[in-house]
């Protein structure tokens, strides 16, 4: 019975994300000539019983993210602007979170050093589209008393402008040796 319920989330997830790609992902559009509306972005971490959405709406400075130790985590990264989406980034530390994703173009993963990694997508401004989606695991391993940022940013074309709209968050996460995954409000 216990196996049938696991097997029943793991194709629920599956669809939700297969849904997700096919409503946000690569729908092209036009740059308005003003954009005044920031983009939107989320972040959906789930796995042994922990499920949440994370976005542009959440205040930031009121919550930690708690995850027990050695425990795997599913991960979907969105981002979505209607006047075009111009960039997604996401930075984390390796050591702490072994992130896992299947990164191919325009995604890219670039090592600032051993202790900050940066997972990104960049859009096109000749060919704009109206989001974009990523999809992978991580590990969480031990971190030290201050905890491991996750942050997160993302920005449009400002439309015709110089001026970007830009949006973002870090999540401050605890990983912790019997810890129950959990959002914990100050």
């Known amino acids: 019975m216990n196996t049938c319920k696991k097997n029943f989330k793991n194709l629920l997830q599956h669809i939700t994300t297969i849904f997700l790609i096919l409503t946000i992902v690569s729908c092209e559009t036009e740059i308005p000539e003003t954009d005044n ?19 542009q709406d959440d205040d930031f400075d009121n919550f930690q993210l708690l995850l027990r130790e050695d425990d795997e985590y599913n991960f979907v990264l969105t981002g979505s602007d209607a006047g075009g ?16 994703a299947i990164i191919t173009s325009p995604w ?11 997972i990104s997508w960049t859009g096109e401004q000749s ?4 989001g974009t989606i990523l999809h ?28 970007q709209n830009i949006s973002g968050g870090t999540i401050d996460t605890f990983v912790r040796e019997g810890a129950q995954a959990e959002v914990i409000s100050h």
């Open 37 to 55: 509306v920031s983009p939107n972005f989320s972040i959906r971490i789930s796995g042994n019983g922990f499920d949440h959405t994370f976005d």
């Open 136 to 163: 992978g695991s991580f590990i969480a391993k031990g971190n030290p008393i201050g905890g491991t940022p996750i942050s997160i940013s993302v920005r449009d074309y400002g439309g015709n402008s110089i001026f």
């Open 85 to 100: 989406l111009q960039k997604l980034e996401m930075v984390f530390q390796p050591v702490f979170l072994e992130f896992s």
């Open 127 to 130: 060919a704009p589209v109206t």
């Open 108 to 118: 890219q993963r670039t090592q600032f050093s051993t202790l900050s990694d940066l």
